[in-house]
């Protein structure tokens, strides 16, 4: 059975860094594309970020320069760090692998607000 299990959010002022975790289960995850995704009030879910098996990296245009993805593969876990944050970031946050399975995990909360 897939799993992911997201954990990292919060609360933070803008400007501000989180670093969002995903462990992932039942997928054979060292060859697996992973991204992150995120989804705000009234908007479509979209990716943010990707990290292939051979640590190619792809972001979104309103995240580059910003948010760096990274995997261990050891743990089957992928990050997300969030640095100089936006109140436009806010969004309850997703891990999938791509193309993205329809088990989505609970996702976690990233509020950017002074």
């Known amino acids: 059975q897939v799993q992911f299990v997201e954990s990292g959010g919060g609360l933070v002022q803008p400007g501000g860094s989180l670093r969002l975790s995903c462990v992932a289960s039942g997928i054979i995850f060292r060859i697996r594309t992973m991204g992150w995704y995120r989804q705000a009030p009234g908007n479509q879910r979209e990716l943010v970020a990707s990290i292939a098996s051979t640590g190619s990296t792809y972001y979104a245009n309103s995240v580059k320069g910003r948010f760096t993805i990274s995997r261990d593969n050891a743990k089957n876990t992928v990050y997300l760090q969030m640095n100089s944050l936006k109140p436009e970031d806010t969004a309850v946050y997703y891990c999938?692998?791509?193309?993205?399975?329809?088990?989505w995990g609970q996702g976690t909360q990233v509020s950017v607000s002074s």
């Open positions: 999938n692998k791509l193309p993205s399975t329809p088990s």
